[in-house]
């Protein structure tokens, strides 16, 4: 029995003296205002279930847009206005570059070997420079597209299945299937099976959520060891679904080589000459610990991809004025085409514009995690070395100073300024800014308007009764990527 007391006492005790031994190493410097802390938990009772739009009421409330708070034990700040986004992604990148990582994604080696997590040294620099050069560049991209049309065909095909029985589409869950099919056939030019298709998309969406809900392990530090709510250890038995259905394609693809058959010149081969490369610079040496890291992030990517297909839908069906401008415009480009070539996207500004604004209003990655490698001063204000910075997107990208009726739906707005989201025009950052700006973002460019545009283009669609009625739910659902809580589904009729 006094072990027990003991082992129940002692965590506590030692969240009691870390908040006091912070609160005395706090007091001498000056850090950036915000809402008063209580003892122990901090502000963590300011939080809901959606933190990018609580912190940004808070932000608001306190006028600070950079606010610093107590998240549990945790010192927090948030840069919440365009200035502060730039003073941190721009000025003070070389010392604020580093992820600040929850403790589930601290399981097994998936972090030494993930683009996202990593440090921004050797081995983050390698898998980025991997990215760049061979899956993203602008020579691999067009090399792929017949890849990518492939995949936007049998989204097509899908849709067009459900317009023949009159039946709604579930429209996220069919983007990301496209998205994940895409992805896989950059990846390994080979296509998911429906069943391992399905696998994935489970596993990156409770990964999503997991990775990105309350964890007591992350707002006290000095009890993460005991993994309180078992989030570490679910998120373990994840990664190894998600390497399992990896490994399967690197076993296959080490057969062929084996049995001298061509190759393919597609990401996994590339990876397979060059891991040794990658792995010297830094990353974890465990056997294609690196592909396993690497393809599994960009698997994640996909549901950033269908969340903003899905939204820009959702406010379309909503504003019936933006869909016809769309659709008029696609009409006059793209005529009796069944499918539109990514090359006509620079035909189709309106389309362009209605991408933008959806990613304005609902940025997928709301609320990039950072942490201060070194203490930084941001106007007068003090960002000590170890502090979790977070980025608000959404919050930047509604900035009332930089917007005009910054809630309301209105593509036209981009009509009227060349505003892009490379990470220069601090007020709209939905694919984040600096040396972390998303490196999947000539990729989901595509994918996002090729596919978009396509179901726009082919089809007529409206809402079931019930959703006319009541309204589209656009109740949102907090993960390392936003989806809705309430799936959007609409009904499509063949118009192509
Ligand atoms: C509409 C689609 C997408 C949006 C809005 C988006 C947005 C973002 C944002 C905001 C970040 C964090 C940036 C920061 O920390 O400042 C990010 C990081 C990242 N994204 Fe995307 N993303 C999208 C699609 C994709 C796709 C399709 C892929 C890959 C196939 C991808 C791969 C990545 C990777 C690997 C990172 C981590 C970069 C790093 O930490 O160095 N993203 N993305």
Same mark, same amino acid.
Request: with cysteine.
């Given at each position: 029995?006094?072990?027990?007391? @003991?082992?129940?006492?002692?965590?506590?005790?030692?969240?009691?003296?870390? =908040? +006091?031994?912070?609160?005395?190493?706090?007091?001498?410097?000056?850090?950036?205002?915000?809402?008063?802390?209580?003892?122990?938990?901090?502000?963590?009772?300011?939080?809901?279930?959606?933190?990018?739009?609580?912190?940004?009421?808070?932000?608001?409330?306190?006028?600070?847009?950079?606010?610093?708070?107590?998240?549990?034990?945790?010192?927090?700040?948030?840069?919440?206005?365009?200035?502060?986004?730039?003073? !941190?992604?721009?000025?003070?990148?070389?010392?604020?570059?580093?992820?600040?990582?929850?403790?589930?994604?601290?399981?097994?080696?998936?972090?030494?070997?993930?683009?996202?997590?990593?440090?921004?040294? #050797?081995?983050?620099?390698?898998?980025?420079?991997?990215?760049?050069?061979?899956?993203?560049?602008?020579?691999?991209?067009?090399?792929?597209?017949?890849?990518?049309?492939?995949?936007?065909?049998?989204?097509?095909?899908?849709?067009?299945?459900?317009?023949?029985?009159?039946?709604?589409?579930?429209?996220?869950?069919?983007?990301?299937?496209?998205?994940?099919?895409?992805?896989?056939?950059?990846? =390994?030019?080979?296509?998911?099976?429906?069943?391992?298709?399905?696998?994935?998309?489970?596993?990156?969406?409770?990964?999503?959520?997991?990775?990105?809900?309350?964890?007591?392990?992350?707002?006290?530090?000095?009890?993460?060891?005991?993994?309180?709510?078992?989030?570490?250890?679910?998120?373990?038995?994840?990664? $190894?679904?998600?390497?399992?259905?990896?490994?399967?394609?690197?076993?296959?693809?080490?057969?062929?080589?084996?049995?001298?058959?061509?190759?393919?010149?597609?990401?996994?081969?590339?990876?397979?000459?060059?891991?040794?490369?990658?792995?010297?610079?830094?990353?974890?040496?465990?056997?294609?610990?690196?592909?396993?890291?690497?393809?599994?992030?960009? %698997?994640?990517?996909?549901?950033?991809?269908?969340?903003?297909?899905?939204?820009?839908?959702?406010? @379309?069906?909503?504003?019936?004025?933006?869909?016809? $401008?769309?659709?008029?415009?696609?009409?006059?480009?793209?005529?009796?085409?069944?499918?539109?070539?990514?090359?006509?996207?620079? $035909?189709?500004?309106?389309?362009?514009?209605?991408?933008?604004?959806?990613?304005?209003? #609902?940025?997928?990655?709301?609320?990039?995690?950072?942490?201060?490698?070194?203490?930084?001063?941001?106007?007068?204000?003090?960002?000590?070395?170890?502090? $979790? !910075?977070?980025?608000?997107?959404?919050?930047?990208?509604?900035?009332?100073?930089?917007?005009?009726?910054?809630?309301? %739906?209105?593509?036209?707005? %981009?009509?009227?300024?060349?505003?892009?989201?490379?990470?220069?025009?601090? #007020?709209? +950052?939905?694919?984040?800014?600096?040396?972390?700006?998303?490196?999947?973002?000539?990729?989901?460019?595509?994918?996002?308007?090729?596919?978009?545009?396509?179901?726009?283009?082919?089809?007529?669609?409206?809402?079931?009764?019930?959703?006319?009625?009541?309204?589209?739910?656009?109740?949102?659902?907090?993960?390392?990527?936003?989806?809705?809580? !309430?799936?959007?589904?609409?009904?499509?009729?063949?118009?192509?």
């Amino acid at each position: 029995m006094p072990a027990f007391f @003991l082992a129940l006492a002692l965590p506590i005790l030692l969240m009691v003296v870390s =908040y +006091i031994l912070q609160l005395f190493h706090d007091s001498p410097r000056r850090l950036p205002p915000g809402p008063r802390p209580l003892p122990l938990i901090g502000n963590l009772h300011q939080l809901d279930h959606l933190p990018h739009r609580s912190l940004a009421r808070l932000a608001a409330r306190h006028r600070a847009p950079l606010m610093s708070l107590r998240l549990g034990a945790v010192l927090t700040v948030v840069a919440s206005s365009p200035d502060m986004a730039r003073e !941190v992604l721009q000025r003070h990148n070389a010392d604020i570059a580093a992820r600040s990582i929850g403790d589930s994604m601290r399981t097994g080696s998936h972090c030494n070997n993930s683009v996202l997590c990593l440090p921004p040294r #050797h081995g983050w620099r390698a898998l980025r420079r991997l990215g760049a050069t061979e899956l993203f560049s602008p020579p691999r991209l067009r090399a792929m597209e017949p890849l990518r049309r492939e995949a936007v065909s049998t989204l097509l095909r899908h849709v067009s299945d459900h317009a023949a029985r009159g039946a709604a589409v579930v429209v996220g869950a069919a983007a990301h299937a496209a998205a994940l099919g895409l992805l896989a056939r950059t990846m =390994y030019s080979g296509d998911l099976d429906p069943r391992t298709a399905r696998e994935v998309s489970d596993v990156v969406d409770e990964a999503s959520v997991l990775a990105a809900g309350p964890n007591v392990s992350d707002f006290f530090p000095a009890l993460a060891a005991a993994d309180i709510q078992g989030v570490r250890r679910r998120m373990a038995r994840l990664v $190894k679904r998600m390497y399992a259905i990896i490994d399967d394609q690197i076993e296959q693809r080490e057969r062929s080589r084996a049995a001298g058959e061509a190759r393919k010149n597609d990401l996994l081969d590339v990876m397979l000459d060059k891991e040794g490369e990658v792995e010297e610079e830094g990353t974890d040496d465990v056997r294609h610990n690196t592909i396993r890291g690497l393809l599994t992030d960009l %698997f994640t990517g996909g549901e950033t991809t269908s969340h903003t297909i899905e939204c820009a839908l959702a406010e @379309l069906l909503q504003s019936p004025n933006s869909m016809t $401008k769309v659709q008029e415009e696609l009409n006059g480009v793209i005529g009796t085409k069944q499918q539109i070539d990514e090359a006509d996207t620079s $035909k189709l500004p309106y389309l362009q514009a209605v991408v933008k604004e959806t990613l304005r209003l #609902h940025p997928p990655v709301p609320l990039p995690p950072y942490e201060a490698e070194a203490t930084v001063e941001i106007q007068g204000y003090t960002i000590p070395k170890g502090t $979790k !910075v977070l980025i608000n997107i959404w919050a930047i990208n509604r900035c009332p100073d930089a917007w005009i009726e910054p809630n309301r %739906f209105m593509p036209e707005r %981009f009509l009227e300024a060349e505003i892009n989201f490379m990470g220069r025009d601090f #007020h709209f +950052i939905p694919f984040g800014a600096g040396r972390r700006l998303c490196l999947g973002l000539p990729l989901a460019y595509r994918m996002v308007h090729s596919m978009l545009g396509s179901l726009l283009h082919r089809f007529r669609w409206t809402l079931p009764a019930e959703v006319e009625k009541n309204g589209v739910d656009m109740r949102e659902r907090f993960g390392l990527a936003l989806s809705l809580v !309430v799936p959007l589904h609409a009904i499509p009729q063949e118009i192509h």
